[in-house]
Structure formats: structure tokens, C-alpha cells
């Protein structure tokens, strides 16, 4: 199976702020890697996919990067209703997986 | 508008079976193929199961031989039956949509539903 290092696992900053979320797969997944966003309590969002394509009514200043085992999620501009948990996920074979996830805070 | 809905969660006994169900609106889950992703509460997402548009199926290791997943065209629903229940199996399992194969790959999730809870315990 194909094993998701993403880090850090919890950040804080301030609203306005650039944030950088990075994505390690344990081998090369080409550009077959997602972004998803889950807000406290709520149901999991796609942001990105194929690593830096923007998913249709999400925000421009979500980008994504990468390919083959680096990848990073950049929030340009850190606003409320941004806080949450940032999953990465490998969609380039079965068993699909998922990073254990970013926590992003106000501060 | 595109939407998903489960149903069919609850509490069960180890060794048990459960059967969920997923109503899709707006789109037919036959011309994209649909998802179980799982999570533990407080916990990360694992995906459980795909069955493609054309039905063939795959399956996380951890749920291999006790889960089936489904696809009942006629009701545009995906049904994922589950047996021999452990308390490891104890998430919320929410229904996802795969996202079109030539845009996005079939392993990524664009459409999720509510959610449901399955509690396995005795």
C-alpha cells in the first residue's frame, strides 16, 4: 500500500496569513493526488485534484503543486472559515489512501 | 442537482451484518462508479470500497470477504452489505461519488454523502 506522510499535522496562524500544507506518498503517484477539506463536524470537500486542478467552486486562493512523491497545498490568504482538517489522498492505485491529516487553526 | 444519501446505520453486534444503502440524485452512478469511505470519530478517512460503471469491484484488505458493494441501476443506488462485524468496524461511512475517469481519475471523491453511523458493539 501506498503510505501518506503529511505535514505538519497541526498548524495555527493568523487570518491573512500563507499557509503550506506538504504531502509525501511512499512512492510515486505521477500527479494522481487530491486535496480534501473537512470543516468541524461536517462532511469532507474536495478541493484539488490531479494535484493542482481546482474543483469547481472552490475558492482561487487554494493551490496546489507537485508530483511523483512531493506535494503541497498552499492557502494563500488564511481566512475563518478555512479552519479544519486537510486530508491528502493517492488516487493512482487500490487501496486508495489517505494522509492522517492537517488540523488548521485560527489564531 | 447532485446528491447522495445513506441510509441503513446502527448499532449491531459483533459478528453481525448490516446492510447500507446509497440513493444518487442527479447523476447516474452507472456512468461514473461510486465509493464507502469510513472514519472513526476524532479519526482520519479510509477508503472501503469502489465499484466501478461497470461493476467491477475493489476492496481495502481490512474489509475484503466480509463487505459487498453493489449497484442497483434501476434505483440509481449502491447498497454496501456487511458481515461478520468486528468493533474495529465502528465508523461513520459516508457514500462518495467517483469523479470522471478521464478528468479527475476514478479514485477521487467529488460528490460525498451525509454520512452514517455504524456502531459495532455488544
Known amino acids: 500500500d501506498i503510505q501518506m506522510a503529511q505535514s505538519p499535522s497541526s498548524l495555527s496562524a493568523f487570518v491573512g496569513d500563507k499557509v503550506t500544507i506538504t504531502c509525501r506518498p511512499s512512492q510515486s503517484v505521477a500527479t494522481y493526488l487530491n486535496w480534501y477539506h473537512q470543516e468541524p463536524g461536517k462532511v469532507p470537500k474536495l478541493l484539488i485534484y490531479v494535484a493542482s486542478s481546482l474543483q469547481q467552486g472552490v475558492p482561487s486562493r487554494f493551490t496546489g503543486s507537485g508530483s511523483g512523491t512531493h506535494f503541497t497545498l498552499t492557502i494563500s490568504s488564511l481566512q475563518p472559515e478555512d479552519v479544519g482538517t486537510y486530508y491528502c489522498q493517492q488516487s493512482y492505485e487500490t487501496p486508495y489512501t489517505f494522509g492522517q491529516g492537517t488540523k488548521v487553526e485560527i489564531k | 442537482q447532485v446528491q447522495l444519501v445513506e441510509s441503513g446505520g446502527g448499532v449491531v453486534q459483533p459478528g453481525g451484518s448490516l446492510r447500507l444503502s446509497c440513493a444518487a440524485s442527479?447523476?447516474?452512478?452507472?456512468?461514473?462508479?461510486m465509493h464507502w469511505v469510513r472514519q472513526i470519530p476524532g479519526k482520519g478517512l479510509e477508503w472501503v470500497t469502489f465499484i466501478r460503471f461497470d461493476g467491477n469491484t475493489w476492496y481495502a484488505d481490512a474489509v475484503q470477504g466480509r463487505f459487498t458493494i453493489s449497484m442497483d441501476n434501476a434505483d440509481n443506488t449502491v447498497h454496501l452489505q456487511m458481515t461478520s462485524l468486528r468493533p474495529e468496524d465502528t465508523a461513520m461511512y459516508y457514500c462518495?461519488?467517483?469523479?470522471?475517469?478521464?478528468?479527475?481519475?476514478?479514485?477521487?471523491?467529488?460528490?460525498w454523502g451525509r454520512g452514517l453511523m455504524v456502531i459495532v458493539s455488544s
Open positions: 462518495a461519488k467517483a469523479a470522471p475517469m478521464a478528468v479527475a481519475g476514478s479514485g477521487t471523491f467529488d460528490v
Open positions: 442527479g447523476f447516474a452512478i452507472n456512468k461514473f462508479g
